[in-house]
């Protein structure tokens, strides 16, 4: 078998037409094939994001109280706090205002700081000194407030920011600590210390990992969200105990209680269903990219049935005119795939602002490729073995 590729290439030069519209279904097919295998990789990754805390030793306890007014509310949930700190196995307890596992479409916050010109997209998360404890925070910068246990009310006083809040508003950590936070969710708040990222919000919303915690308590509403921290090992335990100390109060409200699991959670979910949609979509994509090959080299070899013909009178056997075939294929794929990728990497600066965090797969992209040039060179085969069948007898017919 000779691979020559002279004789493709003058061939491509007799025919630019169909050489032009192969290359651009082959640049359209691999630019929407890396773009969808990036997209799916990224709903993978943010699907699949840790909240950070200590989730084995961690329950949310949700409830929404009809009716009422706000001193009703407060008494309320000041009862429920001090109930579930009461209760055996349970190490702490605070009310919060925002949760990954909360599933209501709200908006983040615009922070600023009077003494600063940057700006900065994070989430208040209200709640209480005892939230550190609570939540497993650690100070990367300054100190957390005192866990006062019951103070689970007031007018917010301090803060404590993750690090990438503090680095977007600030610069560093260090610079952040007492200095002042306001947004228009929030009255100026002093920052008493930079804890680890953590994310409050789920991870498909903006800057998830961007948090203020505000003390001062969540505010009243009939809807509360309480964390509550086990002993270790205890979870399950604890929680069936939350559940039956508030089990006669079904008729009057509705209460939740579930372990702080984001691996059964719904951004999980949906993360991985949105990344298998996008696989599929890409894997019709590229079956499409094929047919268009496989049409357009059936063409040319109709085309050429009495050039086929000739060649085999001169002496090439079936190989010669299959490795003909895919070496003309190859050319085509190399020239597609690169403007493909070009048309990728204007995509993935495209996607960049939507898609926060986005990073070039390199594995995705290149397993794309493989699947697509094994895909191609499968559908190249198809008309090639149909040619390498043409009987020399075909070059005499004409005459």
């Known amino acids: 078998m000779r691979l020559d590729a002279g004789p493709v290439l003058r061939t491509l030069r007799r025919q630019p037409a169909v050489f032009t519209m192969l290359v651009l279904e082959i640049a359209a097919g691999v630019a929407t094939l890396t773009a969808l295998l990036l997209s799916a990789s990224w709903y993978g990754l943010i699907g699949a994001q840790h909240s ?15 009716g009422g007014d706000e001193a009703a509310l407060v008494a309320s949930q000041r009862a429920d706090l001090a109930r579930l ?4 196995g349970v190490e702490a307890a605070s009310s919060v205002s925002l949760s990954i596992l909360d599933a209501r479409w709200i908006y983040p916050a615009l922070f600023k700081s009077p003494d600063s010109k940057r700006r900065a997209v994070g989430w ?3 709640t209480d000194d005892a939230a550190p404890r609570t939540l497993g925070l650690h100070a990367i910068a300054g100190t957390l407030p005192p866990d006062a246990g019951g103070d689970d009310g007031g007018a917010a006083r301090e803060a404590y920011m993750t690090i990438c809040l503090a680095k977007a508003l600030f610069g560093s950590p260090a610079n952040a600590i007492g200095r002042f936070v306001e947004s228009d969710q929030n009255v100026p708040v002093r920052v008493r210390a930079v804890v680890q990222n ?3 919000r789920i991870p498909f919303m903006p800057h998830a990992g961007c948090v203020l915690f505000i003390a001062g308590g969540a505010p009243v509403g009939h809807e509360a969200q309480v964390y509550v921290r086990t002993a270790p090992g205890a979870r399950d335990t604890v929680q069936t105990r939350v559940r039956d100390a508030f089990a006669g109060e079904a008729r009057r409200r509705w209460i939740d209680v579930r372990s702080l699991d984001t691996t059964d959670s719904q951004h999980v979910r949906v993360g991985h269903g949105l990344a298998a949609f996008l696989s599929i979509i890409g894997a019709l994509v590229g079956v499409n990219a094929q047919l268009g090959a496989l049409a357009a080299t059936s063409f040319l070899v109709a085309q050429r049935r009495r050039q086929i013909g000739i060649r085999r009178a001169l002496g090439a056997t079936k190989a010669d005119i299959v490795a003909y075939f895919l070496v003309e294929s190859g050319f085509t794929m190399l020239a597609g ?11 993935f600066l495209m996607m960049r602002p939507f898609f926060q965090g986005l990073a070039v797969d390199v594995g995705a992209i290149a397993a794309g490729l493989v699947l697509f040039w094994s895909a191609t060179i499968a559908a190249t085969l198809v008309p090639a073995l149909s040619a390498a069948r043409v009987p020399p007898s075909v070059a005499s017919r004409s005459l």
């Not at 700190?85 to 055996?88: E, F, G, T």
């Open 198 to 200: 953590a994310t409050m």
């Open 124 to 126: 208040p998360a209200f």
């Open 52 to 66: 950070s805390f200590d989730e084995e030793n961690l329950l949310l306890v949700s409830s929404y109280t009809p």
């Open 85 to 88: 700190r009461a209760i055996p």
């Open 337 to 347: 795939s690169l403007l493909g990728l070009g048309g990728t990497v204007l995509l």
